[in-house]
């Protein structure tokens, strides 16, 4: 089985740009399931009924969010949609699910969503306790366990996915924005890489417009970001898992310029 993950869409191009991509991303590398992250994916923070739409029509089985969940009220509409999680260690009680799980080539594949509580600026519950008790409730029900932890630091990610070795088939990082390069399966058998990317303005600082954020880090002034114009990338990774042991056996990065 092939799982194609989308690193952070951004913006109304970005969406444009993964519409077009996603089908040609698929049949090259034979995808059978696909998980984009779209909460930067409406003017860069939050997601939209419309964008939500146009993401699963290109191809995405699910959609995973993470600290700009909330940023477009029309989320409340569809976040109980089983295509769409936000992070699973939200304060309980909000609407939405924390993961889900569907059924592709008869293995039962759950697709969790967290966040990372290191500069965040987000109240969370522990990420590390709550993948441990998705794990211990889910572990006799799924064959695959696939974690997009959205957080800021790398240290953070890296314990994650030491610490879910084993037992989760694949963790994965969002949104620093930035591709990393250390993909590999750690030691009992998890595909780690710490951030699979943007996909959204090439020339701009992690989405945003070069000249506002300069302008924000030479004076420290408040300046609204806005998004970048120009060419596009898509950031993403395919994880190659073995249909007999369910373990990765093989991490694609995908970069395209």
């Known amino acids: 089985m092939n799982i194609l993950a989308i690193g952070d869409i951004v913006g109304e191009?970005?969406?444009k740009r993964i519409s077009k991509e996603l089908p040609k991303i698929k049949e090259k590398y034979n995808i059978d399931f696909t998980i984009v992250n779209g909460e930067n994916s409406a003017a860069g923070m939050g997601i939209t009924k419309k964008i939500f739409d146009t993401l699963i029509s290109a191809g995405a089985n699910i959609i995973t969010l993470g600290n700009h969940t909330w940023g477009k009220k029309d989320i409340f509409s569809f976040i109980e949609d089983k295509k769409i999680i936000r992070p699973a260690?939200?304060?309980?009680?909000?609407?939405?699910?924390?993961?889900?799980?569907?059924?592709?080539?008869e293995k039962k594949i759950a697709v969790i969503n967290l966040i990372g509580r290191t500069e965040m600026g987000i109240l969370s519950e522990n990420p590390f306790i709550i993948a441990q008790e998705i794990y211990e409730k889910?572990?006799?029900?799924?064959?695959?366990?696939?974690?997009?932890?959205?957080?800021?630091?790398?240290?953070?990610?890296?314990?994650?996915?030491?610490?879910?070795?084993?037992?989760y088939n694949i963790v994965y990082g969002t949104h620093t924005h930035v591709q990393s390069?250390?993909?590999?399966?750690l030691e009992k058998g998890t595909g780690y890489i710490t951030d699979i990317g943007m996909t959204g303005p090439k020339k701009s600082v992690i989405g945003m417009d070069v000249e506002v954020s300069l302008k924000r880090f030479l004076t420290s002034l408040p300046e609204r970001y806005k998004i970048a114009d120009g060419e596009t990338m898509v950031n993403g990774c395919v994880f190659k898992i073995n249909d007999e042991t369910n373990r990765v056996e093989e991490i694609i990065r995908i970069n395209t310029k």
Request: proline share 2%; charged share 25%; with cysteine.
């Open 13 to 15: 191009a970005g969406v």
């Open 181 to 185: 390069a250390d993909e590999h399966i």
């Open 89 to 105: 260690n939200y304060s309980k009680g909000l609407p939405g699910k924390g993961y889900s799980i569907f059924t592709c080539k």
């Open 138 to 167: 889910l572990k006799n029900k799924v064959d695959i366990f696939v974690l997009d932890f959205h957080a800021e630091a790398t240290a953070e990610k890296i314990a994650m996915g030491y610490y879910m070795d084993g037992k």
